[in-house]
Nanobody, 125 residues
Framework: QGQLVESGGGSVQAGGSLRLSCVASAYTYGRLCMGWFRQVPGKQRERVAIMGLRSGDIYYDESVKGRFTISQDTTKDTMFLQMNNLKPEDAAMYYC??????????????????WGQGTQVTVSS
């Protein structure tokens, strides 16, 4: 499976919005989950949102619930992360990934693959 490609990051003020995109056409076979993760230098990667592709279940980290929305456009094989009311603590490199592994919905990232180069989100206070 190939790399997914993220885009849409940028620099916004606190309270602003961004919409991240993830083109997943390089990883199509057997996908069970897709997800967004983020990482700040020197810290562990965090799980932001996960979508179970068969169940339709969605997981959000508590820190983003009510502000972020994960969605997909199956016709374009693209996943999105709409981020509203951004906070300085949301600043990070955001990555998307996919998984064909069982129990991927519960994974913090270890069962995911196809990691892209990431897209940087900067939020100023």
């Amino acid at each position: 499976q190939g790399q997914l490609v993220e885009s849409g990051g940028g620099s916004v003020q606190a309270g602003g919005s961004l919409r991240l995109s993830c083109v997943a056409s390089a990883y199509t076979y057997g996908r069970l989950c897709m997800g967004w993760f983020r990482q700040v230098p020197g810290k562990q990667r965090e799980r932001v949102a996960i979508m179970g592709l068969r169940s339709g279940d969605i997981y959000y980290d508590e820190s983003v619930k009510g502000r972020f929305t994960i969605s997909q456009d199956t016709t374009k094989d693209t996943m999105f992360l709409q981020m509203n009311n951004l906070k300085p603590e949301d600043a990070a490199m955001y990555y998307c990934a996919a998984s064909s592994r069982a129990r991927c919905f519960y994974s913090t990232g270890g069962l995911f693959a196809g990691w892209g180069q990431g897209t940087q989100v900067t939020v100023s206070s």
